[in-house]
């Protein structure tokens, strides 16, 4: 029994560490606060009209009105009640979120660590390391909660693919089919796509080694237990993973219809779109040097600082020079903005360059290859060539915005290569020689980057970036500021030098055996944390928590959003210019929007954007029904009234049969919605009958409302088109005429139309895509096997281990 204990008692450490840590530096938590998130304000708005519905009815609507005009729910809040992965995932949430991402991230780690055999009590350490990686802090304070859940579990997918292919096949396949699972589950498929890269890098390697071993066959076992639970996992998550696919064809990750502007245009997301938050080349060297282009957009530089004294020795109010001191545009690199730096910390840099001159073998070259690549990556339109290959050829990739995120592979692989080298060390694998070479190179090389930094990073940098020009500053505060941003790149890259030497004292002391195991794995641990944890609290501190009303209601109706609400007919559409329409869902927490927040709109609506609504076509307003636009007005918002909003349906008495979609969407300059129509020449069979002049005479109305069902009366002496104010949409979306399957089609680039006979008729439209009945049963019995297979081989495990 007592070597049993002696045996679990690291891991009993590693999991209370690895929850006490996340909870400590999220202590708020435990006072029941919670944490207020941008992104999870912005998703409550997008979601509010679904999740209403199902707690007033008990019914799941797939679709939504209250963002962008109408769009499927699919990736805004569906449940997949199929797949039992969510309830595993419910019991890893053991110490709540947000402590509990980090929880996991320290855990899957870990688990990876282990596969690796490296010393428990070491893993603990290099746990630690990845899990405070100050881009996981900065994920979490935005509220990317899916991108944070799908990281933590990365690792140990690659855990259980590593076991699989080192001939553990029952385990590879339970602990690989299940993490895979769980990472699909958290519904991040860009993080899942990183992974995969990291994971086909590993593959790799372990390929070429079984082919100069002549050891291909099993090999090929393993790969097919990996395909096996690869299949089970996507099983899981076929539901989810069915309408991402099927619906992002149809989003700005699709390929546009338009013609224009084809430079630009990839089989995905636009080129300047996809690149917008491009790493810079020299902006790399912040995960050595957190501040060394400005921290994030705005930082408090304190009292202390050049701004401050400055403008108080020029005549600024305390409070408002205080105020800019505490929101200084301190950050000056290229992306548009930013809330902090990849930093991985100094000494996991120091031992990832210690790595790569201590270990032996190919395995470092594999990680070392998709580290760099990464990195290179990460610079998108900085470094063009590789980024065009990439976003034109290599599959899948276009379809992802923001490239920097690509860094969280370094992340991964940075402080892995780094263990794996102190794993050598603790190994006593390490001769003298070879210790003290590779020491003094990777002191030299890491800590030369500090001191170069440290002694000429003031001459070698602008410290100026295009927010300067933005900011309308007297020339004479901006040349302070960069005073301000030379001193933060100054003190960072000091305290990087500090950390390194102290971390390289630290390995020096325990190779020649001045320190003992225990100190020596207690003091790293330390050092890496203490570094990560002030950074950390620069970008990610407490001061967002908030009382849970607070953060279950974040927005707070205006007079404007109350007078519009007062209208007995709630069934329209509003657009809000007090806030940035298309790039917010606050507006969408109370009324209909025609704007939002999402970052897979339908790629039409998409179009309707940009060339008309940000144009101020009110044409196009109308069609949309937009009745109330809210502007800025001397005491707050004001709620403007439209009286040319078109309403939810009307007869049209003529049609514009155009060629194409640049056709369509430049037909929409100039016309009256009212009365004409403009439709692509691929729906002109669905008008047949229709004749040009008539007079749209008759009314319909709508009679009843659901998110996901319409009901419309119609009264009319002839045969008519009607347009609907709602966005066309087929796949899920079907017609009704009195009860009875009846044709529709789209019109105005947008929205949708149908014939309607002479006389009282009801047409009703119902959102019910065929797939998602179909696909739950998939989900759940791949989930189910998934469960059962790795509860059958953690009983075997315990099983063989109680029994020796």
Request: glycine fraction near 8%.
């Amino acid at each position: 029994m007592n070597s049993i204990f002696s045996k679990i008692k690291p891991h009993i450490v590693a999991l209370l560490l690895f929850m006490a840590i996340p909870l400590a530096y999220f202590y708020p938590q435990l006072q029941g606060k919670r944490l207020a998130q941008h992104d999870i304000a912005m998703w409550k708005g997008s979601a509010k009209e679904i999740l209403d519905y199902k707690a007033k009815t008990g019914e799941e609507s797939l679709w939504t009105n209250s963002m962008f005009g109408g769009m499927p729910a699919y990736l805004i809040s569906a449940n997949y009640k199929g797949n039992l992965l969510k309830h595993v995932d419910s019991f890893l949430n053991v110490v709540g979120r947000p402590a509990s991402y980090i929880f996991l991230t320290m855990l899957g780690f870990y688990i990876l660590l282990l596969v690796f055999g490296v010393n428990p009590w070491l893993a603990i350490v290099g746990s630690i390391a990845y899990g405070l990686s100050t881009y996981f802090l900065i994920v979490i304070g935005a509220g990317h909660n899916a991108k944070i859940h799908a990281i933590a579990y990365v690792a140990p997918t690659i855990a259980g693919m590593i076991l699989a292919l080192r001939g553990q096949l029952f385990a590879g396949l339970a602990v690989f089919g299940l993490a895979f699972g769980l990472n699909l589950n958290a519904g991040h498929p860009q993080i899942t796509y990183y992974g995969a890269l990291v994971m086909a890098s590993v593959y790799l390697y372990y390929f070429v080694e079984a082919f100069k071993a002549k050891a291909l066959r099993m090999f090929t076992k393993a790969t097919g237990i990996l395909l096996l639970a690869a299949v089970l996992a996507f099983g899981a998550n076929f539901t989810y993973l069915w309408f991402t696919n099927d619906y992002g064809k149809d989003t700005i990750r699709g390929k546009s219809e338009l013609t224009h502007d084809r430079d630009n245009r990839t089989s995905g997301l636009d080129k300047d779109y996809a690149t917008q938050w491009s790493y810079g080349i020299a902006e790399t060297f912040n995960l050595l040097i957190p501040n060394l282009m400005g921290g994030s957009s705005t930082m408090d530089v304190g009292e202390k600082s050049e701004t401050f004294r400055f403008l108080r020795q020029n005549g600024v109010p305390y409070g408002q020079a205080s105020s800019i001191a505490q929101n200084l545009p301190t950050y000056w690199g290229p992306q548009p903005s930013t809330s902090g730096p990849v930093y991985l910390g100094a000494i996991v840099v120091f031992l990832f360059v210690f790595g790569m001159f201590i270990l032996k073998g190919r395995f470092k070259w594999f990680l070392f290859g998709i580290t760099v690549l990464a990195i290179m990556l990460s610079w998108g339109k900085n470094f063009n060539f590789l980024t065009d290959l990439f976003l034109n050829y290599f599959p899948f990739y276009n379809k992802f915005r923001t490239v920097s995120m690509i860094l969280v592979i370094a992340e991964l692989t940075i402080p892995l290569l780094g263990i794996l080298a102190l794993k050598e060390i603790v190994d006593g694998k390490v001769t003298k020689d070879d210790f003290w070479k590779s020491f003094k190179w990777s002191v030299g090389l890491v800590g030369g980057i500090c001191l170069l930094f440290l002694l000429l990073g003031k001459g070698m940098l602008s410290f100026s970036g295009s927010i300067d020009n933005q900011l309308g500053w007297p020339k004479e505060i901006v040349e302070v500021m960069r005073k301000d941003r030379q001193a933060l790149m100054w003190n960072d890259a000091f305290r990087s030098l500090f950390f390194v030497l102290a971390g390289a004292v630290t390995i020096a002391l325990y190779y020649m055996k001045k320190l003992k195991p225990t100190l020596f794995f207690a003091l790293l641990g330390l050092l890496i944390t203490v570094d990560l944890w002030v950074v950390n609290k620069r970008f990610m501190d407490n001061k967002n928590f908030e009382l849970p009303q607070q953060v279950e209601a974040p927005f707070t109706p205006t007079d404007a959003d109350k007078q519009i609400l007062a209208d007995n007919d709630p069934n329209f559409r509003v657009f809000n210019l007090t806030v940035s329409p298309f790039n917010d869902a606050s507006t969408s927490y109370f009324h209909k929007s025609i704007g939002g927040y999402h970052g897979a709109k339908l790629r039409r609506y998409q179009d309707l954007i940009d060339f008309h609504l940000s144009k101020g076509n009110i044409a196009v307003f109308n069609m949309l029904n937009t009745k109330y636009i809210i502007q800025p007005g001397k005491e707050g918002p004001v709620a403007v009234y439209n009286p040319d909003a078109l309403g939810h349906a009307w007869f049209v008495d003529s049609v514009k049969v155009v060629n194409n979609a640049d056709e369509e969407i430049e037909a929409l300059n100039g016309f009256n919605p009212k009365s004409i129509a403009v439709v692509d020449k691929r729906f002109e069979q669905y008008l047949r009958g229709f004749e040009q002049g008539k007079s749209g005479q008759g009314k319909i109305e709508l009679t009843e409302y659901r998110p996901n069902r319409l009901k419309y009366r119609s009264d009319s002496p002839v045969s008519q088109l009607a347009v609907f104010s709602e966005i066309y949409y087929p796949k899920g979306w079907q017609a009704y005429l009195d009860g009875t399957p009846a044709d529709h089609f789209r019109v105005n680039y947008v929205l949708r139309a149908m014939q309607i006979p002479a006389g009282n008729h009801e047409i009703e439209f119902v959102f019910d895509p065929p797939m998602w009945k179909k696909g739950m049963y998939i989900d759940l019995a791949s989930s189910l096997l998934l469960i059962l297979t790795f509860v059958g081989w953690v009983s075997f495990s315990l099983y063989k281990t109680f029994k020796e």
